[in-house]
């Protein structure tokens, strides 16, 4: 076979509507998008490879091959995909793939090849046979692109069936062996099982192995945060959300700009534009005024050496202009500006096309969180629709029999719950959909429902209390017994205890937090375990800024663990950012963190702190 002769194209121009309208071929899969498994599994058998979309135009052009939109309107279904690649392609056969078939045979092209011309037929396409049915797949072929005024006229007449146009040309079936080759994806479901399951998930004890020294009851906060990072993993859905509802959500790929921005060389100043040529280095240059560039118009003029254009902020560089002058650096004689000598220099004042963005670069990168800037940014582009990744769905309740909620009254010895509120106001932050499951009594059966319907409906879950060494607390058993679950005693203060790992019941998975159950220890496990996994889990990176700010007064500490200490970062007297400790510093006691603006991090290895050293902050404003 010459590989010369056939053109690949993907089949990417779907509604994707089983799939709940997102493009099919932009949907994340081992890694990368489906359609970009295609292409590397397409690109070794033909010449060259396009892709057929009628969506996403420009985030399908950034893997480098062209990009065909249907010519039928209305997505006309698959023949309109091949009716747009017989019209382009410059060789003598093509050959299609749907951009859902990411393990499509690596010897297609040359098989369908192979029966064609033993056939003399105009179109072959791929079958398999499973359990004795006979199965035939329409959108692998390989077809002469000498087809094209046949297909045309059958779509002009309204024909949309691929069986229904065979009977006027020659077609040929070829038999593959592989039926699992052309499996399709057709839902977000399918597509996560398949993305998953592949790649066998790590086992806790396998990631921990990777510790040189590990220690499950005295483990340093740094390992906990590693072995965490490399146990989750990402939830690969994605869905295309209008630009205002993307606020806060993370991007699911990098947004590739359509176009320059600004689009055209344009003035940064009401004054004068004109060529740099005219300016002169010793006498005032004296240039004739023929007109007004406004913003938003094009000047029509073209203004000869000797001339100028008076120009808005904004307005597009006159043809032949290449530097304003401000109007405030120049006099006005009738129809003719006078300009000091060394008033600018050629090219100043003006903005130049894609200055801040190159048609075809990436604005914004796969991962980002969107803020106001970037609606914005992506505003510019005229972007109207994004991908994001779909929200992570978490699970939350509290343990204990000491418990109430809100609204019940305080029995003897009994707390309200404040737990599930501090937790609940954490995941909003973050963006999660919450699954608010209340609170779970210390009794086995109702912790193990509980667990398991969380883990049937949640990615992960989040619970407080139980982790410790309470007689009454079944959770630890519990957990251990649905799932990889390990249980730590980290080196730190406050929140010793943490259990963590991922349950399964009835088929589905989620990762699992035990978190400490005094109210401080539960927000600074939060922060400091937590709220990283479900970023990643969410597919974004925003690792915690930490500032430096100078202490106050004396801390004392022991080297040996870490300690959060609530403070109050303001302004000192001679204007440096100053940090001090708030009151009591007790596990148990929330007001701490309600009166701090930050924490203070002691490391692992610091000793006691000396009125005046730096200490390493995390602000609570503008936490997510
Ligand atoms: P535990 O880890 O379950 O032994 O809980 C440790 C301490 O935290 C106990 O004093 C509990 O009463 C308290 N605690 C546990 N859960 C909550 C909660 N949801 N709200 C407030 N306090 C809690
Ligand atoms: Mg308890």
């Not at 329409?138 to 779509?155: D, G, H, M, R, T």
């Not at 992506?378 to 929200?391: D, N």
């Not at 963590?500 to 005094?518: E, K, V």
């Not at 692992?604 to 503008?622: H, K, W, Y």
């Amino acid at each position: 076979m010459n590989k010369e002769s056939i053109s690949g194209l993907i089949l990417a121009g779907g509604r994707g509507t089983r799939m709940g309208h997102v493009d099919k071929g932009l949907q994340p899969f081992g890694g990368t998008t489906m359609a970009a498994h295609v292409l590397a599994r397409l690109e070794p058998q033909v010449a060259t490879v396009a892709i057929n979309a009628n969506r996403n135009l420009d985030t399908y052009a950034a893997y480098g091959v062209p990009v065909w939109p249907d010519d039928t309107p209305d997505y006309a279904g698959p023949l309109a995909g091949l009716q747009a690649g017989l019209r382009r392609c410059a060789t003598t056969y093509l050959l299609t793939a749907p951009c859902d078939s990411p393990f499509l045979p690596a010897d297609l092209a040359e098989r369908l090849h192979e029966g064609l011309r033993a056939a003399g037929a105009d179109l072959a396409v791929a079958v398999t046979e499973e359990n004795g049915r006979r199965q035939v797949h329409p959108v692998f072929c390989l077809l002469k692109a000498s087809l094209e005024p046949v297909l045309s006229a059958y779509l002009d007449g309204g024909g949309r069936r691929m069986d229904g146009w065979y009977p006027q040309i020659k077609v040929t079936e070829v038999l593959f062996d592989a039926a699992d080759a052309f499996r399709n994806i057709n839902t977000l479901d399918e597509l996560r099982d398949l993305d998953t399951t592949p790649s066998t998930p790590p086992r806790l004890a396998d990631v921990v192995s990777c510790l040189s020294a590990y220690d499950p009851d005295a483990l340093p906060v740094r390992d906990a945060q590693r072995i965490i990072r490399e146990f989750v993993t990402p939830v690969r859905a994605t869905e295309m959300v209008a630009l205002r509802a993307a606020l806060g959500r993370v991007l699911a790929a990098d947004i590739v700009s359509p176009i320059n921005v600004p689009a055209h060389d344009n003035s940064a100043m009401d004054g004068y534009a004109l060529r740099g040529s005219d300016l002169t280095a010793d006498a005032p240059a004296r240039l004739r005024v023929i007109g007004t560039a406004y913003a938003g118009r094009a000047f029509d003029g073209s203004p000869q050496p000797g001339e100028c254009v008076r120009i808005m902020t904004g307005g597009v560089m006159p043809a032949g202009c290449d530097s304003v002058v401000p109007q405030e650096f120049v006099s006005v004689e009738n129809d003719t500006m006078v300009i000091a000598p060394g008033t600018i220099r050629t090219g100043d004042n003006r903005r130049l096309a894609g200055e801040d963005l190159k048609a075809g670069s990436a604005a914004l990168r796969a991962g980002k969180i969107v803020r106001p800037a970037d609606l914005g940014l992506l505003a510019s582009l005229g972007v109207a629709e994004v991908p994001v990744q779909r929200r992570l769905r978490v699970a939350f309740f509290s343990t204990g029999d000491e418990l109430r909620s809100i609204g019940q009254p305080l029995d003897e010895g009994c707390v309200y719950d404040s737990n599930r509120y501090t937790i609940y106001g954490m995941l909003q932050r973050l963006g999660c959909d919450l699954i608010d499951m209340g609170v779970v009594r210390d009794d086995p059966q109702a912790l193990e429902q509980a667990l398991r319907d969380a883990c049937e409906n949640a990615d992960a879950i989040i619970t407080s209390g139980g982790v410790s060494v309470g007689a009454a607390d079944y959770t630890k058993q519990i957990m251990a017994r649905l799932g990889d679950v390990t249980f730590w005693k980290i080196g730190m203060r406050p929140g010793r205890p943490l259990a963590f790992g991922r349950i399964a019941s009835n088929g589905r998975s989620a990762f699992l937090f035990g978190l400490p159950g005094n109210p401080v220890a539960v927000m600074v496990s939060f922060y400091f375990f937590a709220r990283e996994a479900l970023l990643r889990m969410m597919g974004a990176e925003a690792p915690l800024a930490l500032v430096r700010a100078r202490s106050a007064a004396t801390i004392r500490k022991k080297p040996g663990r870490t300690e959060y200490q609530r403070g109050i970062l303001a302004s000192g007297a001679d204007g440096q950012p100053t940090v001090t400790i708030t009151g009591s510093q007790g596990s148990g006691i929330l007001r701490s963190m309600s009166e701090a603006n930050c924490m203070v991090v002691l490391h692992d290895e610091q000793g006691t702190v000396q009125a005046g050293d730096m200490v390493d902050v995390l602000l609570f404003e503008g936490l997510i």
